[in-house]
């Protein structure tokens, strides 16, 4: 039966934020039953706790942030797509600046960092947001379909006019020793020639070749190249993942994206919560067998791959 996660122990992990530049640390500390994935900013005035939820989200260019007036924390989507994978469903999360560290671009960091300090169950049953209509999100020509699935599918597609991306294509099934595998290592990219212009709109300023695959008009211009030959969908893949478990459950569905970003991801989210027929919560009690040997590969000793 699987039950509520949340972390052995408090562990911390620090860096730069890849937009703000900043320098942070953060503390994860565990949490009880049905808390949910909670940041608080301990470097403001009041201790407000803001809930990792698609109905908080208020930025989503080029990263997903949530909260409010100065309350807010940015590019959470990382971190948060590693919680998502090792199921850890409770957690309180301090940070002392406005974003999340960006490590090395991906979520193997945090995913080491988490396995490290070890799971844990709590005494309640998880439980899942379970999909019941096709449920659709178009912006232009990027969009996001989800449909009712006993599995967590994602199938995404991404298209760039540059010779080493064009078009990349992968489905990939939810579970966490998939991910783990295929997508924690997967890291964000960017475009040389944009650089200039995020640094203008306040973004990118703590970017560089040790947290990003950078290209310029031909070729990767970082030294070791790609971990995979389509890192780009893959790590697509890995922001799905982050910003669709800010629906707060577990998901069960099949998603297909195609250019899809941040926004649309929030989008969809919004739109699945707007009415309560789009879906169900259910206790893992109620699960197929099937999902639950899915999701329950992934051994709670912090030593094992
Ligand atoms: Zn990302």
Redesign the pocket.
């Known amino acids: 039966m699987l039950f509520q996660r949340t972390l052995a122990r408090e562990t911390k992990v620090g860096g730069r934020g890849i937009h703000s530049g900043k320098k942070v640390e953060l503390t994860l500390i565990p949490a009880n039953s049905d808390t949910g994935i909670v940041f608080v900013r301990t470097d403001l005035p009041e201790r407000k706790e803001i809930p990792a939820h698609a109905l908080r989200v208020s930025a989503t260019e080029n990263n997903t942030g949530i909260g409010e007036k100065n309350y807010v924390i940015h590019t959470i989507?990382?971190l948060l797509s590693a919680l998502y994978a090792l199921g850890i469903d409770n957690l309180l999360i301090e940070i002392n600046g406005p974003e999340v560290p960006i490590m090395d671009g991906s979520a193997a960091p945090f995913i080491y960092v988490l396995k490290e300090a070890g799971l844990t169950h709590l005494s309640q049953h998880k439980k899942f947001l379970v999909v019941k209509k096709e449920l659709e999100v178009k912006l232009q020509d990027k969009w996001a379909v989800i449909s009712p699935c006993d599995h967590l599918i994602i199938e995404s597609e991404v298209v760039f006019p540059h010779p080493l991306i064009k078009r990349q294509k992968m489905s990939f099934q939810f579970s966490p020793t998939n991910y783990i595998r295929e997508i924690s290592r997967a890291r964000?990219f960017g475009f040389f020639k944009d650089v200039d212009m995020l640094k203008r709109k306040g973004l990118a300023r703590g970017g560089s070749l040790d947290n990003a695959i950078v290209l310029d008009d031909f070729k990767v211009m970082n030294s070791e190249g790609l971990r995979f030959p389509n890192e780009f969908i893959r790590?697509k893949i890995?922001?799905v993942v982050?910003d669709m478990s800010l629906l707060g459950h577990p998901l069960l569905g099949r998603m297909k994206t195609f250019r899809s970003g941040h926004l649309v991801h929030n989008q969809l989210c919004r739109k699945i919560l707007s009415d309560p027929s789009n879906y169900e919560i259910i206790s893992a009690i109620s699960l197929p067998k099937t999902v639950e040997e899915d999701l329950t590969m992934l051994d709670l000793h912090p030593s094992l791959a």
């Open positions: 989507e990382h964000t790590h890995l922001d982050g």
